[in-house]
């Protein structure tokens, strides 16, 4: 499914602050979190306060509104979603899938749900966060063998669960770099997101006053691929658009790539400012212009 996911702003469903926050940011799509950012005690309230905000809001919004549910492994799943696909819910994200199939277990889930709530069938998109168990990990190769998942739009990753599952003290190195292993998992959620063919999301920078270092690695992630990032702060969300955003340099050389192979179609390879250009390099530039705001 194509849908804008360049900023995905989390927001904790169960604060009535921070919602009312969140209806003047420009992230391109609000997480209703029931997982992680709310307490055991206050599930069920903010399951039912993300389904009164979505239908209250979400025909005003430009802004697209998912839910992260509870994990399938928490016996809250099957209730959040009963309770949050309303009109107006654009996706579920989902936590700690152990593998492709989990994905498939929650589109089944989501077609029933979604003819009760008189939905069009895929309506709802799901985007996992692919990488939070060691069993996910190990099984990252089923994102290349899984059935075309219409209803998929982007795949993104944690680092902060898997340590947890692993036994870690920290992700991080003593230079505060990433350990191997999460290095590993933001490379598997590139390829896993290509192999299913959709956009590859970065995870979140928890230090979220550290503005500068969020550019420098929104900067790299770029290079490397993702199209977006989650942010758990406003503040982040200016920062992440501009920088998944394609700049004006890039915009015009894209274009002569592709004003270069359509003036001349037989071409396979051709010289732009002394420099070889192929296929591949039309393939990026045309992906370049299609994501111009
Ligand atoms: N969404 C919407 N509004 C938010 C927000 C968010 N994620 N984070 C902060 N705000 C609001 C605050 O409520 C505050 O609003 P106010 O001026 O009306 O009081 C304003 O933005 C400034 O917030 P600030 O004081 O800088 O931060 P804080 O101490 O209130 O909150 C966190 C810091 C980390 C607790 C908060 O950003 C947060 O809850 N983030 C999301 C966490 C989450 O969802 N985690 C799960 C995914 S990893
Ligand atoms: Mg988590």
């Keep these: 499914m194509q849908l804008e996911l360049r900023s995905m702003l989390f927001v904790p469903a169960d604060s009535e602050r921070k919602l009312a926050k969140s209806l003047s940011s420009s992230a391109d799509v609000l997480i209703l979190d029931l997982e992680d950012a709310v307490a055991a005690s206050r599930k069920i309230y903010a399951r039912q306060t993300a389904a009164e905000f979505i239908s209250a809001h979400a025909n005003g919004l430009a802004t697209r509104l998912f839910v992260r549910v509870n994990p399938f492994d928490s016996g809250l799943t099957m209730g959040d ?23 498939v277990r929650l ?66 190195e003593e230079d505060g770099s990433y350990s191997p292993l999460y290095d590993l998992a933001s490379s598997m959620c590139l390829c896993a997101a290509a192999a299913a063919g959709v956009p590859a999301i970065d995870t979140v920078q928890v230090d979220f006053r550290d503005a500068a270092g969020l550019q420098a690695a929104c900067r790299i992630s770029r290079r490397r691929g993702f199209r977006g990032r989650m942010a758990i702060h406003p503040d982040q969300v200016a920062i992440i658009n501009d920088a998944y955003s394609p700049s004006t340099a890039e915009l015009a050389h894209a274009q002569r790539i592709v004003d270069a192979f359509a003036a001349q179609p037989d071409a396979g390879t051709l010289n732009i400012d002394g420099a070889m250009v192929d296929r591949p390099h039309l393939t990026q530039a045309l992906r370049t212009l299609a994501q111009r705001a």
Aim: with cysteine; aromatic share 2%; glycine share 8%.
């Design 81 to 103: 979603l009963a309770a949050v696909v309303v009109p107006g819910l654009a996706g579920i994200m989902l936590p700690k899938p152990n593998s492709a199939a989990d994905l």
């Design 107 to 172: 589109g089944h889930c989501l077609d029933a749900l979604e003819a009760r709530a008189g939905l069009k069938p895929g309506d709802v998109a799901i985007v996992p966060v692919a990488t939070e168990t060691a069993q996910a990990m190990l099984n990252m190769a089923s994102f290349a063998l899984l059935t075309p998942l219409p209803r998929l739009a982007g795949v993104t990753w944690g680092a902060e669960d898997l340590s947890t599952a692993i036994g870690a003290m920290s992700n991080r």
